[in-house]
């Protein structure tokens, strides 16, 4: 372990944001290990390559639990990047991310109030982790350093590090979607969540509605106003508020998804199909994925075309187990194992099991194989900030013999990838049908479909949301604003404005609270 009070010096000059090292902070971060184990979680996929270019830092949870004595960073540096980790306590993970994280902030984005635990010691928690984060973070930090925090887990980050003179930009990406006022006033402790952005420069989230949402949350609470299009001014500060959808390496995988062709268990599978159509289903085990309506809409398609089916489809369902020890997800892996066993035992046969599920993680190179293979990928989740699974289903296909997407009205991918077909997960007969239509469905129309979607994916790629991102973080696109009257990372006063102060404004509730 390394003493990063020795490698690094605190803050305290001018930021100048021209030659700055990248900052990304993330509740999970993929340090390298000998093993190379795959990633479940897109957030981690989908970052891979952001910090390749500029260098820097990897910041966030190790994933481990040590006590408390033990918690300085740990550094590992690969080449350009460091990554650099700290454990928490058993306390910590279950108040900041079981808890707060996961069992209050993660559901009501999802518009599940119903899930929802408001619990005093999960808050104080959540608070207290970004603040021991922050202080940690700081110290490690160069003034010309362009920090890009990540994910609900972190939104308390960037005021507990202006709290500490940090004035470097900071960024905030929100990768789940952003309910609407009445929704989003559930949160506990919502003002302080909400002012809490106010400390980014930017603040970013997957779709234009996810933005508007937030808007219109600063704006019912009569905390701000929107300004200038796409900007906010709010507890006396202005930011930009902007959707960046993000996206895959649509060309990568497609590379991945052929040579997966000869992959050992891509061929297993193509075998043990014995010529019939395969469906897909690739998902976290999560109750917002919409895996129990699916294998309700699946049965009812099984149901409505007995014979054809099961002379003609399989499908595969990958899960891997997800945050397990929250209760609201030992729930939801029982009740899925359930409903597969009810439909496996009622529709299927001595020599055909229709819905084949597996708990596993699954290489990029497997699933690329096997989304190659699909006949159709179902995306169905009842809510999803974007899902880079239907991403990569479209760009795993065979441009010569695609496979049809069905995908959920309900995910983010779905503002993009309109040549999907479209359903509403809650409607299982419609769902049913789509995925009749989808194995039905003419070469040529598939054709045109997967053109239409691939086109999308090239022209968005990851590196085009991750330019696009940096470009508002680091304030390069400020230029254009420098002459109006409030420029990112101004504070407002009287009509007075000065940029780049340290910001030092804790509501009452944060002292209530104790920080
Ligand atoms: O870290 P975990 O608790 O194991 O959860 C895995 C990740 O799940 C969430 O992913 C989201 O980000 C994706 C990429 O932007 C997006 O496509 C998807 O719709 C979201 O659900 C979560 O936001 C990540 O922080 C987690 O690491
Ligand atoms: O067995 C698996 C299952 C999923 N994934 C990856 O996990 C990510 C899931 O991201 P998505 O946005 O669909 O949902 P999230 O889990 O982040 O909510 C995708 O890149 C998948 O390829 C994987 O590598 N192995």
Redesign the pocket.
Known sequence: MVNLDLLYKPVSLKPDRSNGRLIVVSNRVPVPTASGA??????A?ALQSALRSKGGIWFGWSGKASQEADREPQLRTLGSISFAVCDLTRRDIEEYYHGFANQALWPICHYRLDLARLSERDAAGYFRVNEFFARRLAKMLRPDDVIWIHDYHFIPMAAFLRQLGVQNRIGYFHHIPWPSPDTASAMPHYDRILRSFSSYDVVGFQTEPDADNFRDCLIESGAGRAVDGNWCEAYGRKFQVDAFPISIDAEAFALEARLAERNTLVKRMRASLEGRAMIIG?D?L?YSKGIKHRIEAFGAFLERYPEAAKARVTMLQ?T?KSRSEVPEYANIQNEVAEEVGHLNGKLGDIDWTPLRYIN???S?SA?AGLYRMARVGLVTPLR?G????AK?YVAAQSPDDPGVLVLSQFAGAARELKSALIVNPYDIGATAAAIARAIEMPLEERQDRWRDMMATLRDNSIDHWTANCLQAISGESEADLEGSLHPAGSIIRSGAIAKSEPWLAPSPIWTSLGY
């Open positions: 795959p990633a479940a979680g897109g957030l996929v690739v976290r999560d990958i891997p596993k993680t699954m990029q699933l999803d974007m899902n880079l699974v990569e």
